[in-house]
C-alpha cells in the first residue's frame, strides 16, 4: 500500500496572523495523520509533483489514519473540480501544499465517527471544509474536528458540495465593496462559472440588477436561457459588450456600480468602461491569464476604484465564527429556493481523468463533481 504523507500547508503569499496560522497547520497536519497510519485502505487522488493535472493526479490506495481523541472519520460524498484545484496541481497558485498532496479543496463529507473529546458534530452530520487544503478527492478521512463545518443536511448534495467556496464568493463580492441598493446594477464576465452563477442567483435575491458577460458560443442561446433562469437580467456576450450599441442600452439601464472580474485582459478593461462614475471593479479571477489594464482617463474622468478579493484570506482575517454564520445565510438563500447548485456533472472518482480534462476544457458550463 502506498504511504503517503501529505504535508503542511504552506501559505505564501501574505504572513498569516496566529490562530489562524495555527487553524491552518491543525488541519493541514490532520489531513496528513488521515492518510499515514491506521488498517483500512481508502482511494484518494493523489499527486506527488506539479504539472498537468491528468499525468500527475493518480488513484492510489492510502491508509487510513486511527481516530485521535479530537479527530472526526468521515466518508466523502462529493467533491468538485475547481479551477484553484487545478492551479494548485499544477503550481500556480497562492497556496503550495508540500508534496505528494491529495487533491482538491472543496467538498462535502457525512461522518461516520468522533473521537472522545469531539463535542462539536456527530455521526450522520454533513460537514464542509473550513478551510482550503483538506484534500477532498478521497473516499474517507481522519481529520480534526476543528477543520469541518457542520451543515445543515437537508439541503441537495450537489448545494453543499459547492458551498464553501464560489457562493461564499459570491456574497462576499456583492456586500464588501459597495453599498448596494435594490435597483441598483451590477456587472460581470464569465457569468456562467460557478461564481457567476451565484452571484446571478444572490443578486436577483437582493433585488439588484444584472449584466451578465459570457464568450460566444455555438450554444449561446441556450445558455443564455439558462442563465436568465437563474434570475440574470441581461446576457451579453464580450463581443457586443464592445459595440456602440451598448451605449443606447445605458440610457435606458443604470451604470453599474461595482464590476466583478474573473477573467482580466481585455474582457476587464470592458467591464470598466462600462461601469458608472466611481464605481468599483473587484478583480477575483483570472481566467484569460492576462493582466488588467486600466485607461488614464477611467481614473481621471470617473475615479474608478480597482481592488482584489481573495475567499481564502477573507475566512483567515474574519475566524470561522463569521465564516459559518456566512454558510447559514447562504442555506437559508437554499431553503428559500434563491440559491441552487451550478450546472453539474457528476464523474464516479475512479473516472477522475475525465472530470479533469472536462474542467479544463472551454465552453463546457457545468461544474465537474467527483461522486465516492
Ligand atoms: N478569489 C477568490 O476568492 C475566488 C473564489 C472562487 C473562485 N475564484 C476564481 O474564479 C474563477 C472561476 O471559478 P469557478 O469555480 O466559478 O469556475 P468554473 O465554474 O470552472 O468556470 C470557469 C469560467 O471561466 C471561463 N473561462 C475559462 N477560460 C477562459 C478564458 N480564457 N477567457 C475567459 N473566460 C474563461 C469559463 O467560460 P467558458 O464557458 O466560456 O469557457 C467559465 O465561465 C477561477 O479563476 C477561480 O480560481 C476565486
Sequence with gaps: MWALRVALAQLRPRPQRGPQRDAARRAASSASRSAAGGAAGVRALVYAQHGEPVKVVELKTLELSSLGRSDVRM???????????IN?????????????AIGGNEGVGQVVEVGSAVTGVKPGDWVIPADMNLGTWRA????????????????PLLCAATLSVNPCTAYRLLSDFEQLRPGDSIIQNAANSGVGQAVIQIAAALGLRTINVVRDRPDLQKLTDRLKDLGAEHVFTEEAMRKPEMKDFFKNFPRPRLALNCVGGRSSTELMRHLGYSGTMVTYGGMAKQPVTASVSSFIFKDIKLRGFWVSQWKKDKGTDQFKEMI????DFIHRGQLTAPACSQVPLQDYRVALEASMKPFISSKQILTM
Design 328 to 331: 447559514l445565510t447562504l442555506c
Design 140 to 155: 474517507e478521512a481522519v481529520v480534526s474536528e476543528e477543520s469541518l463545518i457542520v451543515i445543515p443536511n437537508d439541503i
Design 75 to 85: 466518508k466523502m460524498l462529493a467533491a468538485p473540480v475547481n479551477p484553484a484545484d
Design 88 to 100: 494548485m496541481i499544477q503550481g500556480t497558485y497562492g497556496i503550495h501544499p508540500e508534496l505528494p
